[in-house]
């Protein structure tokens, strides 16, 4: 009895290379369809893409472990995956033009309060997606917005046109402290000068 789970849980139905083999592959094939399919993917916008994202890990994972259940094909098959990710990272590290290719560029949706309906459009994304967009930043109209752009990993960069209250709390602050410095430094005693 104790063979017998033994070899269910161990036994590997299939060749080892064939398990390292399977997830660089599905890996591979993942980082193309999102380089290809874009940004949005990334940056979980919608119940739609969502929904995408958790299928895919499902889709692909007897791809990855094919008909093997064992305990030992699953460290094999997380192992690979592992590897390959620990691989391309870096290889992307050492070689900024290769980052470059595969995470593509960023692209500017917002402009001085104005959209760029083609780089929105480029990007699958409504206007409606996009004032969410800035409304989770904190504004309220795009006049207050002087640039939003949507990154290679599928996050929002949001830029004021002014500084916002925080940051203006934040000058005045420093400006208190740098009076308040000068006037302690002019209160302590000068010394003796013989």
């Given at each position: ?20 083999l399977?997830?660089v ?25 969502l ?12 791809a ?6 064992s ?27 290769l ?14 309060g ?5 780089a ?21 109209r795009?006049?207050q917005?002087r640039?939003?752009?949507?990154e290679p990993?599928g ?11 925080t ?17 302690v ?10």
């Open positions: 009895m104790p063979h017998l789970i033994y070899s269910h849980m161990f036994q590997l139905p299939l060749p080892i290379l064939e398990k390292l399977r997830p592959i599905v890996y591979l094939v993942l980082v193309v369809l999102l380089r290809i399919f874009g940004k949005r993917e990334l940056a979980q916008l919608n119940p739609f893409d929904v995408v994202l958790l299928s895919l890990s499902n889709t692909v994972q007897n990855i472990i094919g008909d093997d259940n305990v030992t094909g699953g460290v094999i098959g997380a192992f690979g995956l592992v590897a390959i990710n620990w691989l391309v990272v870096r290889t992307l590290y050492h070689s900024p033009r980052t470059g290719m595969m995470e593509g560029r960023s692209t500017v949706l917002i402009r001085n104005k959209i760029d309906q083609d929105v459009k480029r990007e699958s994304l409504t206007n409606e997606e996009l004032m969410e967009v800035i409304h989770k930043q904190g504004f309220e795009l006049s917005v640039q939003c752009v949507l990993n996050t929002f960069f949001v830029e004021a046109v002014e500084p916002s209250a940051e203006k709390q934040h000058a005045e602050l420093l400006a208190r402290l740098d009076a308040l410095t000068r006037e430094a002019a209160l302590r005693p000068q010394p003796a000068t013989e």
